[in-house]
């Protein structure tokens, strides 16, 4: 179903060029079109959006060069990722509830991809979607006590591989620029922040590290009510 918010051919055209020489990788269509039904479908339901970009990874497992030196024991099976959204939709759930907010509970729309490059594992590059009218900040990171979106992100990674977050909350990393912000007439008019946020977004799009032969998933998007994106 095409949506008002669709890019064009021709922009798809330029999109994927952009991002193929920026990221020196091609850039798989089959991927980068759900993740912009995905947003799509998140415009169509939220007139302004936040936008926080994330990286999941695994711990150290072992000591190097020592399989038999345990450092942790970790949940590092391919469910790992279901498993962080589960425990990040189960805390906007109770945030809702606390804060007596009426309605349903309101929970991002993301999409993800799987790489691996040099590691032993795999590493997870995530864009969560937010209504900004309920959430508009990432906030501090470094305050592991405080209640906000970043350090829910942290504590639903942890939780998902079996380690305490205040021993491993670096685990989930945000890197520079991690934010975004933009409104339903920021992407009608294709406005600089909207089109730069979509040029980070087909990084998760492109074919250069991703583990092609380990027979899991490397991608996935939330479902889009409207224009039915993928599942994870």
């Known amino acids: 179903m095409e949506s008002k918010y669709s890019l064009t051919n021709e922009e798809i055209d330029d999109l994927v060029e952009i991002a193929s020489k920026k990221y020196r990788s091609p850039i798989d269509r089959d991927i980068l079109n759900p993740l912009l039904n995905m ?3 998140t415009v169509e339901q939220h007139k302004r959006i936040l936008v926080i970009r994330t990286d999941l990874r695994f711990a150290q497992s072992h000591v190097p060069g020592e399989p ?3 450092l942790c024991f970790q949940r590092d099976d391919a469910q790992a990722i279901t498993r962080s959204f589960e425990s990040l939709k189960s805390q906007l759930r109770a945030d809702h509830n606390r804060s007596r907010r009426p309605g349903n ?4 729309s993301y999409g993800w991809c799987r790489e691996r490059d040099t590691s032993v594992h795999p590493h997870y590059h995530l864009m969560l979607l937010f209504n900004r009218d309920i959430y508009g900040y990432l906030g501090n990171y470094q305050e592991l006590d405080a209640a906000n979106m970043a350090i829910r992100i942290q504590k639903a990674w942890c939780s998902a591989i ?3 977050h205040e021993d491993y909350a670096t685990l989930a ?4 620029n991690a934010v ?7 992407a009608l008019d294709r406005n600089p922040v909207y089109w730069s946020f979509l040029i980070r977004l087909a990084y998760l799009a492109k074919t250069r590290t991703k583990d092609v032969h380990s027979g899991y998933r490397n991608f996935g998007t939330s479902q889009c009510p409207r224009l039915g994106g993928l599942a994870s």
């Open 39 to 41: 947003v799509y479908g």
């Open 68 to 70: 038999d030196l345990p």
């Open 105 to 108: 509970p309101t929970l991002p």
């Open 162 to 164: 079996g380690l305490a």
């Open 173 to 176: 990393e945000f890197p520079p």
């Open 180 to 186: 975004y912000r933009f409104s339903r007439f920021d």
